[in-house]
């Protein structure tokens, strides 16, 4: 080997030893390569700085995918439960941000964001998100899922939901002025022929409601929910198996509200649920593996509060996590295909 040739091999491992710092280099979603088009992806990464479907909180929601960027060189793993290596399996790359000049407007954004996801669909790659308020959600899946999908080949999608709240708003027309918004997605997605609720599972819903038939809007939906008491009452397995035998055979998409974990666990999220225990974030992931092998088309990680984070970005970097499962899930079910 020349000396030239040598000092190449050596900046070269040096650079793979580098990008495992996070605050070293391009801050792309895992160290992955950018790219303008969904085109060449088997696993699309974006980014959905989007925060004006909930105006409960302070709307730092926007934040959140600058502030995962920042620590996602600490996710870039291998998967040991399921033994792959998903950035060599997958084409995967980071699509940037959804662009939305109109960010102040929650429904022109919503209009934005579904134009963009139409792309990746198009494309037939499989979108990881990081958001952003829940009601990106329902911009997303009025791309992926229904009469016009190629993921989900036409068919409507289910959902696993996990989350604190429901988000089935109907006694509403709007919240806060939002239409489309952060509580209002799971029921017109489902009213609008996206999210077919009889085969979605909402899980983790907890805390003391305003009214005491919060619930009733979900199962007159059609969906399975399981609340933190009853996850309690019949356990994980059984929780395991009520997901895969509800969700079956069908294109599912996962959407993970950080506050159905504990405060403790993720204290920078918005709608803090402080008065009741949530997940911890061993128990969400196993709980997302009940769709290991099923037909996983997508997902997003959203509510995400920078602001109100520890000063270890503790809330970020569980994010991170959980993204990197969906990713993982993903590659796991492409790798086994024939």
Excluded at 181 to 206: F, T
Excluded at 270 to 277: D, H, K, L, R, Y
Aim: charged fraction near 20%; aromatic fraction near 6%; charge should be negative.
């Amino acid at each position: 080997m020349t000396d030239d040739a040598g000092n190449r091999e050596v900046s070269r491992n040096h650079k793979v030893f580098m990008e495992g710092l996070y605050w070293w280099g391009i801050p792309t979603l895992f160290r992955c390569p950018y790219a303008e088009t969904p085109d060449n992806s088997d696993i699309a990464l974006v980014g959905v700085p989007h925060s004006t479907g909930n105006g409960t909180t302070e709307r730092d929601q926007h934040l959140g995918p600058r502030a995962v960027r920042d620590i996602s060189a600490l996710g870039r793993r291998v998967h040991m439960k399921f033994e792959i290596d998903p950035w060599q399996s997958c084409r995967i790359h980071d699509l940037g941000d959804v662009p939305l000049p109109e960010g102040n407007n929650n429904e022109r954004s919503i209009e934005h964001i579904t134009e963009f996801y139409r792309e990746i669909d198009a494309a037939g790659a499989r979108p990881v998100s990081i958001g952003g308020d829940h009601s990106i959600t329902g911009g997303i899946l009025q791309a992926l899922g229904g009469a016009n999908s190629k993921l989900t080949g036409g068919e409507k999608a289910s959902i696993l939901h996990f989350d604190a709240h429901t988000d089935t708003f109907q006694h509403m027309e709007h919240f806060l002025g939002a239409k489309k918004s952060a509580a209002h997605w799971a029921a017109y997605l489902v009213r609008e022929g996206h999210v077919d609720a009889s085969r979605s599972v909402q899980v983790g819903i907890r805390g003391n409601p305003r009214t005491l038939n919060w619930l009733k809007p979900s199962y007159d939906l059609g969906y399975e929910v399981i609340t933190m008491d009853r996850y309690e009452e019949i356990g994980q397995e059984s929780c395991i198996d009520i997901i895969r035998n509800r969700i079956g055979d069908r294109p599912v998409y996962i959407t993970f509200d950080l506050d159905c974990l504990d405060p403790t666990v993720a204290p920078g999220v918005a709608n803090i649920e402080a008065g009741s225990t949530g997940f911890t974030v061993a128990q969400a992931i196993r709980l997302m593996h009940a769709v290991r092998g099923l037909n996983v088309i997508g997902g997003d990680v959203v509510c995400l509060m920078p602001t109100r984070d520890s000063p270890n970005r503790i809330t970020s970097m569980v994010a991170n996590a959980v993204m990197f499962e969906m990713v993982s899930l993903i590659a796991d079910s492409q790798a086994k295909k024939p």
